[in-house]
């Protein structure tokens, strides 16, 4: 059975840092992502991690968190992380990680995704 356990998420201040974790039991996924959904608002693409080759990976991120949030993958551990730095209380939001078994090419959009997890609640206070 395919299940994704979401984690890490919590309440800090604005400036501070989270990780968050995805860890996948089932197959390996080609690609794993984060969306994630401000309240009142549709969920959004936060970042990608896409394996090209057994040493070789292609990260993505949505403008509003380059330069500030890093994925990365543990395959031993079929884990994904989401290290969020210098968050703000616009970072506010479940975020939710996405996998999915195609190869090629993935992009932003939800449907692409045909497993996901629950969600892991993230508040940034002011």
């Known amino acids: 059975q395919v299940q994704l356990v979401e984690s890490g998420g919590g309440l800090v201040q604005a400036g501070d840092s989270l990780r968050l974790s995805c860890t996948a039991s089932g197959p390996t996924f080609s690609t794993i992502a984060w969306f994630r959904q401000a309240p009142g608002k549709e969920r959004e693409f936060a970042s990608s991690?896409?394996?090209?080759?057994?040493?070789?990976?292609?990260?993505d991120y949505t403008d509003s968190v380059q330069g500030r949030f890093t994925i990365s993958r543990d395959n031993a551990k079929n884990t994904v992380f989401l290290q969020m730095n210098s968050l703000t209380p616009e970072d506010t939001g479940v975020y939710s990680c996405?996998?999915?078994?195609?190869?090629?090419?993935?992009?932003?959009?939800?449907?692409?995704?045909?497993?996901w997890g629950q969600g892991t609640q993230v508040t940034v206070s002011s």
């Open positions: 996405a996998a999915t078994q195609r190869i090629g090419a993935v992009g932003r959009r939800q449907y692409e995704y045909e497993y």
């Open positions: 991690i896409r394996r090209l080759n057994a040493n070789t990976y292609y990260a």
